[in-house]
């Protein structure tokens, strides 16, 4: 209703939402079971790219926009965030299960995926051609992150010398919950440094402090985020949803977001029957894999700026992101009520 206009002040809580649900997540997944589930999480990502990004390409085809918007259209209908579905599979208890791992695997292939993505897309945009120098090293050193965050969540978690520091220097929960908010920031910042988004790094934080902080301070980190960070987290989503702009739906917007539903499920869909999931944890994963943010708004925004995007396909978008994280916590845990996960 356009009542209240979001402030600066919430977005920055909403994304410390988004950030504590990562650290949740992270403090949640065991190292050894996550990396076991990884070829399944690549599967998943690769078809959950290749089906929406082909189908928003085809959209674009059809309503006769140039190459370089068709391929802005299929990398913005690619690209999956991750942090509302983590939220509902934890509410459902299903972070844990093998769907969960293999979500959360799919979502960090998917980052990877995307930034390829996004390279090319910006560089055809204000290139005219692919600098393929640019897109490798960003590839590189969002490797070398993850690899180098997962060596080193091994290594604190197998050796009792470092649980041992931090019982000695880090004794009462209020050092612990200043060294877990530490380490979560540390993380996000060098995630952003190596091209990624910052919750993949908060996420590998939240797999490092597992086992190193208290049951009690894993807890209070709980409470905190889902009872406080929760709720202004969705308040924002709603206050951002311009509900006036549903007035104003052409077939081009109704195209891209059936296009946004459809491409994702049916790629998570099709990327897990793959890696062998039954057909309701395949919907699962689909719907999981679904949601999209400020990832998407990014790239339309720059396309926008830059002129390639109209008006109408930056609403699009735009629509198509608020509409999908409206929409795909309800759709699983209404799903999640018919199936049963392993």
């Not at 290139?127 to 690899?147: D, M, N, Q, R």
């Not at 919950?177 to 934080?205: N, P, Y």
Request: hydrophobic share 60%.
């Amino acid at each position: 209703l356009n009542l209240i206009t979001p402030r600066e002040e919430l977005e920055v809580l909403a994304i410390l939402g988004v950030v504590f649900f990562m650290m949740s997540a992270g403090l949640e997944i065991d190292l050894g079971r996550f990396i076991k589930y990884w070829r399944q999480g690549f599967v998943i990502a690769v078809m959950g790219v290749i089906v929406p990004f082909t189908l928003g390409y085809c959209i674009g085809i059809a309503y006769g926009l140039n190459f370089i918007q068709c391929f802005g259209l299929g990398t913005s209908l690619s690209i999956t965030a991750i942090g509302l579905s983590v939220r509902v599979l934890m509410d459902l208890r299903m972070l844990r299960t093998r769907v969960g791992l293999a979500v959360i695997n799919a979502a960090i292939d998917d980052d990877v995926i995307g930034l390829i993505l996004m390279s090319v897309a910006f560089s055809l945009a204000t290139e005219g051609s692919v600098a393929f120098h640019v897109t490798a090293f960003s590839v590189l050193s969002s490797a070398l992150f993850i690899g180098s965050g997962f060596l080193v969540t091994k290594y604190v978690c197998t050796h009792l010398r470092v649980r041992l520091f931090v019982d000695k220097y880090f004794r009462s929960p209020t050092s612990q919950l200043v060294l877990a908010i530490s380490l979560a920031f540390l993380f996000g910042l060098l995630a952003r440094v190596a091209s990624l988004h910052e919750i993949i790094g908060v996420f590998i934080a939240g797999m490092l402090l597992r086992g190193l902080l208290s049951w009690k301070v894993e807890g209070e980190i709980f409470d905190f985020t889902f009872a406080f960070f929760a709720l202004l987290f969705f308040s924002y989503i709603g206050i951002k949803t311009d509900l006036r702009v549903i007035t104003q739906i052409s077939d081009l917007i109704l195209a891209v977001i059936v296009a946004a539903f459809v491409g994702k499920i049916l790629g998570g869909f099709l990327g897990a029957k793959i890696s062998r999931f039954t057909n309701g944890e395949a919907l699962i994963v689909g719907i999981a894999m679904n949601s999209r943010a400020a990832v998407e708004l990014a790239i339309a925004s720059a396309f926008y700026s830059l002129g390639i995007f109209t008006l109408e396909l930056f609403s699009a978008v735009v629509l198509m992101a608020a509409v999908t994280s409206i929409v795909t916590p309800i759709l699983l845990k209404l799903v999640a009520k018919y199936v049963t996960v392993t």
